[in-house]
């Protein structure tokens, strides 16, 4: 057995490769959990961690009591998540499954560099984008006037709050997640393809028995991480929009903590929310690992 000197002079280049890494997570990730002692305080900024007093749970109350507003953000939160899950996550499997297997080399590259620049925007620029088309003074209400048609707005509906930003997320991030299928979609073997073709079965069948077997520990994968982060549907994007149509339609568990903490000052119950928010997604990647491992799947990780 090599002893601890021998492995760190053969691993030494790759270990301090991944220091800078390994810092910047203990630094942002790591340490800040120490924070969540906010959340059993009646925590005041100018006292400090050390000397706010301990109030026990008091700051879970609104959790344990089903607080109205803390009620609406983890519907309105659980609801969106829902919408993502079903609508959003599946499109990049079958936008990748669509390069993969309709287009020419040059092609797709082509279509993959369009489909990529989305993701660099910011929110702040794809929410006045999505302001600038479809808002009552946007581009298509100003055809449709210009054509002496009835306008409508979209943007600014409370009604209609859900079913946008799935609509900005699905334009800004679907192209940029297909990357990781690409790659998936690249180790499928060209022989047992030929194989399928040569016993006559048919496209549906050649994607359901040789192709989506090779992708389906990466997709179990990125649905269980999917699931842990859950409860986290984009603060940026939904506070920027949030003026537009109240908090009744927007809110969510993470605005709800800035609205709480930061702005109203109550750290303590925004520490418990973040807190029980954190426990939830753990749990939640837990079981959905345990239950990948029982469908034989790998996982998160192995057993």
């Known amino acids: 057995m090599r002893s601890l000197r021998d492995r ?19 630094l942002f990730h790591y340490l800040p959990l120490g924070g969540n002692v906010i959340a059993f305080q009646d925590f005041q900024p100018f006292l400090g961690i050390w000397h706010s007093p301990y109030v026990g749970l008091d700051n879970f109350e609104p959790v344990l009591t089903g607080d109205p507003v803390f009620l609406n953000a983890l519907v309105n939160t659980l609801i969106i998540t829902l919408i993502q899950v079903i609508f959003v996550f599946p499109l990049p499997i079958c936008l990748a499954l669509i390069l993969n297997a309709t287009l020419s080399e040059r092609l797709k590259r082509l279509a993959q560099s369009i489909l990529y620049m989305p993701h660099f925007l910011s929110w702040v620029i794809v929410v006045a984008l999505f302001q600038q088309m479809f808002g009552n003074g946007g581009m298509l209400n100003a055809w449709l006037r210009s054509a002496d048609l009835s306008t409508f707005s979209i943007v600014g509906v409370p009604e209609l709050f859900k079913l946008m930003i799935t609509s900005q997320v699905i334009w ?20 047992q393809l030929e194989a399928a073709v040569v016993d006559g079965a048919s496209a549906a069948r050649r994607l359901w028995h040789v192709t989506l077997p090779y992708i389906r520990p990466v997709i179990v ?10 409860l986290t549907v984009g603060f940026e994007q939904i506070i920027l929009q949030q003026a537009q149509v109240g908090a009744g339609a927007s809110e969510v568990l993470d605005t709800y903590v800035y609205n709480h903490g930061i702005v109203g000052g109550d750290w ?33 990780y192995a057993k």
Not at 172 to 191: E, Q
Not at 221 to 230: A, E, M, P, V, Y
């Open 8 to 26: 760190w002079r053969r691993d030494r280049v790759l270990l301090l490769l991944a220091l800078p890494g390994v810092t910047v997570l203990l």
């Open 172 to 191: 800004k991030d679907t192209g940029w997640s297909t990357i990781i299928f690409l790659a998936a979609l690249s180790r499928v073997d060209p022989a």
């Open 221 to 230: 994968l990125l649905l269980i991480l999917r699931l842990g982060d859950s």
């Open 268 to 300: 303590g119950t925004a520490a418990a929310v973040g807190l029980i928010k954190g426990i939830v997604g753990v749990a939640l990647v837990l079981g959905a690992n345990r239950l990948a491992h029982a469908l034989g799947e790998q996982g998160v």
